[in-house]
């Protein structure tokens, strides 16, 4: 309610008031949380709120229609289930011809490689100084990354030594064994 005061010369005063509905009006929509990281797999609630002129929560919220780009799926409650794919998506809510949106980084953790073939020795037994030791391991990142270092376990009969290691090499043939010769000296 507004109200205007007259005053005369004489200091004489009459009032006059008015009453003034204001409507709220659709403005704008936040999504909360504005900004999340999470891991590949992982859910994440999101919520929408519907804004009036003056950054107010609109008394009866509407219903949103929630969508987003990539990255995984989000239910018509705003739950967002990310995929297996690394990358920065947009969630968004939208009501009345307004949107509002999110953003979300979804990372894929690093895991331990694993191990393929066990570690094998070729000739075994041994009756030489030498043998081919072989293993083939699997990376969420690459094969043709991994590194095998081989080393004695327990003790040897005599002094080892190890030559390079070999490598999984390029995909999309089936990769070789990597193999690395050891030999025993007396």
Do not use: H
Not at 116 to 143: F, I, M, Q, R
């Amino acid at each position: 309610m507004f109200r205007v005061t007259v005053t005369d010369q004489g200091g004489l005063t009459a009032t006059s008031t008015v009453a003034v509905t204001v409507v709220q009006t659709l403005i704008s929509i936040a999504v909360s949380p504005a900004n999340v990281s999470m891991n590949a797999s992982e859910s994440q609630q999101f919520t929408a709120t519907a804004l009036d002129q003056f950054a107010t929560a609109l008394t009866t919220q509407p219903a949103f229609a929630w969508s987003v780009n990539g990255g995984g799926t989000i239910g018509a409650n705003g739950l967002f289930t990310a995929a297996a794919t690394a990358g920065t998506f947009t969630v968004a809510a939208s009501s009345a011809g307004m949107s509002g949106a999110a953003l979300v980084t979804v990372v894929v953790p690093n895991t331990a490689p694993t191990i393929v073939t066990a570690a094998s020795a070729s000739p075994n037994p041994v009756d030489t100084s030498t043998t081919a030791l072989s293993a083939l391991g699997a990376d969420d990142k690459g094969e043709s990354s991994l590194i095998y270092t081989w080393a004695t376990a327990g003790t040897p009969p005599a002094p080892v030594s190890f030559s390079a290691n070999g490598t999984n090499g390029p995909k999309p043939r089936p990769p070789p064994s990597p193999k690395q010769a050891v030999t025993c000296f007396r």
